[in-house]
């Protein structure tokens, strides 16, 4: 399988945050730092598991920094840098450039629903606008709109700092005919966890996850076996791991990873408003699931 550039287990981080709602920037340091520790190999900062709709731009930058600085060159930094404006993303990409990050990425516009042209042309403003490698992130479910591989395939080819995709649309057909079309050195990322493994088989490199703040070796043990074409150990692993999944997701994301975080002993504050706290039957939920899973005591 082709060599992933930026690891094949990353992580969409957290956003920590203080009482007060404020960037708790120490506290970010610390959990890049926890993650990589716990087999991730890249992070993905302030996309939509880090509450990017709610972080402007100079508090994302402080986050950047943050996180540039205390892993310092040991693993990739992937920025989130797009927005739902055009002209707004392809200032702040050149802006977060300028931090040394090692790619950017840019998700399908949300809210707009502009047409397959208006997703080219602006992934491909994006692109023209900076060096650095670009992943595009396409997720409808939060989008509404879904990048069709055939788009994807023509922004891989005609700009060559386009060089991988979060495919999160949980169509399979659709990440079949991205791989197989694509040009070489274009990678594919399961954007959805419980998609890793089917998306690995069809030939994507590995995951941005966000159960790897919970059940990093484990999954990162996952992705070995499929790499090592051992698929029943794959297999195996993946049917343990999709309770936790599935737990992580019975609400919008990230509040329950937020709280998953806690119930292990890493709390990293709880997520800004529109996004409320979990309620307390979730909460049991989460906490049987997860000592069930063995972890927690």
């Not at 700092?161 to 079309?181: D, H, M, P, R, Y």
């Not at 070796?217 to 150990?233: C, G, K, N, V, Y």
């Amino acid at each position: 399988m082709t060599e992933a550039v930026f690891g094949r287990l990353l992580t969409a981080m957290v956003t920590p945050f203080k009482d007060d709602g404020a960037l708790d920037l120490p506290r970010a340091q610390e959990l890049a730092l926890h993650l990589l520790a716990q087999g991730t190999e890249g992070l993905l900062v302030c996309g939509t598991t880090g509450e990017s709709p709610t972080v402007f731009y100079d508090d994302k930058l402080r986050l950047f920094k943050a996180v540039i600085e205390a892993v310092d060159g040991t693993a990739p930094i992937i920025a989130n840098a797009g927005d739902n404006c055009t002209d707004d993303s392809v200032e702040f990409a050149k802006r977060v450039e300028q931090l040394g990050v090692d790619a950017v990425m840019a998700v399908v516009p949300y809210y707009n629903k502009p047409p397959q042209e208006g997703l080219y042309r602006h992934f491909g403003a994006i692109a023209s606008a900076v060096d650095v490698p670009v992943i595009l992130y396409n997720i409808p479910g939060r989008s509404v709109i879904n990048m069709t591989a055939e788009t994807t395939l023509r922004l891989a080819n005609d700009f060559e700092n386009i060089v991988a995709i979060k495919e999160a649309s949980g169509n399979l057909a659709q990440v079949a005919q991205i791989v197989s079309g694509s040009p070489e050195g274009f990678q594919v990322y399961s954007g959805n966890d419980e998609d890793t493994l089917p998306m690995m088989s069809l030939g994507a490199v590995g995951v941005i996850s966000v159960a790897s703040h919970i059940a990093g070796p484990r999954m990162a043990e996952m992705i070995a076996s499929q790499l090592a074409s051992d698929h029943t150990h794959a297999l195996k692993a993946h049917l343990e791991l999709l309770p936790l999944f599935k737990a992580l997701f019975m609400t919008a994301n990230p509040i329950m990873v937020k709280k998953a975080l806690e119930l292990v002993g890493f709390p990293v504050g709880g997520t800004r408003l529109p996004l409320p706290e979990p309620t307390e039957q979730q909460i049991a939920e989460l906490a049987r699931i997860m000592h069930h899973m063995g972890y927690t005591d």
